[in-house]
């Protein structure tokens, strides 16, 4: 079978490369599915780099998430079938015409759900819904993160707006704050512009910021803290512009704020697995009933990687990149 392979950490769009591999069979309690699509998210293109918290050993793999279908069952297993769409959002492997997963971390997927939105159903928007139990923030608080205009950043706006939690998002231009508005995602500002506190005290009407996220890294995390309340928590969820970020003191000292970290992957296997399950639940009633988007930019064939890898990071680009063998 195809798959997408890389023998030295690097630039995604010039080391991954298609070769020719066994194809899996599945062993006990696992499941062999034959891929149909699967999303490109950073943190994959960031492991082919080997910056990411997660390092393959060399030759490896690529790819977390991914759609198809039950192809062969592997003794033992119950509750599923030959033939039945399913996703899984934790197997490292899954850019391949095939790959194996434990039948534990297959999710069947409904019939009113498509084959795209399906794809990029577990990884990304369980970081937004986890992210939002790891805040804790009850209906009619408020919250503020930069990056609002990516994919965690829209996602985390319409999960936290169906629990009823007010999201004041930040972008880094004005045309950004008009993207959001075409999806129906209100309260943001952008930065570039001078009076851009103003416009943020004028939206919020004055209440307290309970909390703060920061993606981006580097000044844009002093702007976040800047806005959260004294007792509040600033969460460190990625570093898109920067590794470092630039935090003022006095926002700290003063406003006795909480800096900590969040990731995805420890925060699941942390999690109990019936609340695992009733998030999951959450994400797919809301993406069946249409209250959560999950929009696609283009879908990319096996051979055409290094185009997709690279697409990925282009500006104002909305939707996820997928790719299908």
């Given at each position: 079978m195809r798959a997408l392979v890389h023998e030295s950490f690097g630039d995604p769009a010039v080391v991954l490369h298609v070769a020719e591999v066994d194809t899996p069979e599945p062993e006990a309690g696992?499941?062999?599915?034959?891929?149909?699509?699967?999303?490109?998210h950073n943190h994959?293109?960031?492991?082919?780099?080997?910056?990411?918290?997660?390092?393959?050993?060399?030759?490896?793999r690529a790819g977390t998430e991914a759609m198809g279908v039950i192809d062969a069952l592997g003794d033992g297993v119950e509750g599923l079938r030959v033939?039945?769409?399913?996703v899984t959002g934790g197997t490292f492997g899954v850019w391949a015409e095939y790959f194996t997963a434990p039948a534990a971390a297959v999710i069947p997927v409904p019939d009113a759900i498509d084959d795209e939105s399906a794809a990029q159903l577990v990884s990304m928007p369980?970081?937004?819904?986890?992210?939002?139990?790891?805040?804790?923030?009850?209906?009619?608080?408020?919250?503020?993160?930069?990056?609002?205009?990516?994919?965690?950043?829209?996602?985390?706006?319409?999960?936290?707006?169906?629990?009823?939690?007010?999201?004041?998002g930040l972008v880094r231009r004005a045309d950004g704050v008009d993207e959001l508005a075409g999806a129906g995602i209100r309260n943001a500002v952008a930065t570039d512009s001078e009076d851009w506190k103003q416009r943020v005290a004028e939206l919020t009407g004055g209440a307290s910021v309970v909390a703060g996220v920061d993606s981006v890294g580097g000044r844009s995390s002093g702007e976040v803290a800047s806005l959260v309340a004294e007792n509040g928590t600033l969460v460190v969820f990625g570093a898109m512009a920067s590794p470092?970020?630039?935090?003022?003191?006095?926002?700290?000292i003063f406003n006795q704020l909480t800096v900590k970290g969040f990731w995805g992957s420890k925060m699941s296997?942390?999690?109990?697995?019936?609340?695992?399950?009733a998030l999951i639940g959450e994400i797919i009633a809301r993406v069946a009933e249409g209250t959560l988007a999950l929009p696609v930019s283009a879908v990319?064939?096996?051979?055409?990687?290094?185009?997709a890898a690279r697409a990925n990071f282009e500006p104002g680009r909305v939707g996820k990149l997928l790719l299908q063998p």
């Open positions: 696992q499941v062999r599915v034959r891929t149909v699509l699967s999303p490109i994959d293109l960031w492991t082919i780099r080997g910056t990411y918290g997660f390092k393959p050993e060399l030759p490896a033939g039945q769409r399913v369980f970081s937004a819904i986890s992210l939002l139990e790891y805040l804790d923030v009850r209906p009619g608080e408020w919250i503020v993160q930069n990056a609002a205009n990516g994919a965690v950043g829209r996602l985390v706006a319409q999960l936290a707006e169906a629990r009823g939690v007010r999201v004041l470092t970020m630039e935090l003022p003191s006095g926002a700290i296997a942390a999690m109990e697995p019936a609340h695992r399950a990319h064939t096996f051979d055409d990687v290094s185009q």
